[in-house]
């Protein structure tokens, strides 16, 4: 199969589970012998504009007319059967899907997050979850300054959000969600639900696996108060305070929040702030881990981490809203803790470490789940199985099978799961 992914890449200087899928779905459809050709932008490459060039920027977010000639004169002349698009922000623009159609060729979009409904993509407010766009005009987002707490940086979006809104429901012939989670979220916010699939994504073999009981809690991700930063600290002073739980706290990352978390860490013995990790330090401080801690306040539409630490026999603790509850089951492959409590937290953290035997129960049951539903083969199964639906109804083929089929199934294990016990 002949597959052009689209995708604008985040920032180098910050962590981005985005780069991270796109990069592991074209190595694995390349391994599996598709042909993938990229057609990106780079956010990194907007220091180097001019500053003509840079104010620019924001009247290309809404629609990038050069971006649609380029594309769809490549789509002419290569003839893929499908384009995959990722993120097309700041740089790209939905004028991607406009030149899908303008080559006729069959376009398929993970939505990685919630930007559909809501400028900034996060459904959150002031650290509380937010709905006010959803459904409506996203004038509320603009009042509010949503996207870096700046009214004149959330205009762009918001305005792209209202003239595309469309484009994006009729141009694309299956969205990919990431979780069963933010697929309710999408049908209830109105997108058509016979082009809303789920997709979990998968994760690579880690090369190296938990052997022992594990040598410290870690955090790994974004250093930001959606990412529940703030309320670990929090929980952590608790435990501090109660004579800690006999093992540090490691944190990785990098974020708007590194200055506070550097200052935090300063002169403790049970944390380690240790910066930004590589892949390979990534996945070695996940081997040795008794948990990860996801507790992000925000509705997390998947959660990377989480499914890290499943691929190397480690549970997670995480906050029982969003995905994390169809990822995580409570009590069986980890914790799910009460969202936004830090009393709740504490608890799981003090629960996850005090029964050795328990948590590499855990752990086994963690990697059990990966291997049914987050790993390559599994992943490359429906990813190629959503490109073949949209190149049979772009034909006339049919809509394929119903995106309530059998790969929601197993997604929606877990959503019964507790919310008192226990992405990047």
């Not at 933010?182 to 082009?195: I, K, N, S, Y």
């Not at 790993?375 to 109804?393: D, K, M, Q, W």
Request: net charge positive; hydrophobic share 40%.
């Amino acid at each position: 199969m002949r597959v052009l992914v689209v995708h604008n890449r985040y920032s180098s200087a910050q962590p981005s589970g985005e780069n991270k899928v796109v990069d592991q779905e074209v190595e694995l459809l390349r391994a599996a012998g598709h042909r993938v050709e990229l057609f990106e932008r780079r956010s990194d490459d907007i220091a180097a504009r001019s500053l003509p060039g840079k104010a620019a920027v924001p009247l290309l977010v809404p629609w990038n007319p050069a971006v649609r000639a380029e594309l769809a004169a490549r789509l002419r002349t290569e003839r893929p059967d499908v384009v995959h698009v990722h993120n097309v922000f700041p740089l790209l623009s939905p004028a991607v899907l406009a030149a899908c159609a303008d080559a006729g060729v069959p376009a398929v979009a993970t939505l990685h997050n919630y930007t559909q409904v809501c400028p900034p993509g996060t459904l959150q407010r002031d650290g509380r979850p937010c709905t006010e766009c959803v459904g409506s005009a996203p004038l509320p987002a603009v009042r509010h300054g949503c996207y870096r707490g700046s009214r004149l940086a959330t205009v762009p979006l918001a305005v792209s959000l209202s003239v595309n809104r469309r484009r994006w429901w009729s141009g694309v012939e299956r969205f990919f969600c990431i979780s069963a989670a933010q697929r309710d979220v999408l049908v209830r916010a109105g997108m058509p639900a016979e082009r809303l699939a789920v997709k979990h994504n998968f994760v690579p073999e880690p090369g190296v696996r938990r052997s022992g009981a594990g040598e410290h809690l870690l955090y790994l991700g974004r250093l930001a108060e959606a990412k529940g930063v703030r309320l670990l600290m929090a929980a952590w002073d608790g435990i501090a305070a109660s004579g800690g739980v006999g093992v540090p706290l490691v944190i990785a990352g990098a974020g708007p929040l590194e200055r506070e978390v550097t200052a935090w860490a300063a002169g403790r013995d049970d944390v380690r702030y240790v910066g930004l990790y590589d892949p390979a330090r990534c996945r070695e401080a996940i081997a040795r881990s008794v948990a990860v801690v996801a507790p992000s306040t925000w509705l997390e539409a998947f959660g990377l981490v989480v499914v890290e630490a499943m691929a190397a026999g480690v549970p997670a603790v995480a906050a029982g809203h969003g995905a994390f509850t169809e990822l995580v089951e409570d009590g069986m492959t980890g914790l799910l803790h009460r969202p936004g409590e830090p009393a709740s937290l504490a608890s799981c953290l003090r629960r996850i470490t005090a029964g050795q035997d328990r948590n590499q129960q855990m752990g086994q049951a963690a990697r059990r789940r990966y291997e049914q539903g987050f790993s390559p083969a599994v992943g490359l199964e429906r990813l190629v199985e959503g490109y073949r639906t949209a190149i049979a109804v772009r034909s006339g083929g049919g809509d394929g099978p119903p995106p309530s089929g059998n790969e929601n199934a197993g997604s929606r294990r877990g959503t019964r799961a507790g919310r008192d016990g226990g992405s990047r």
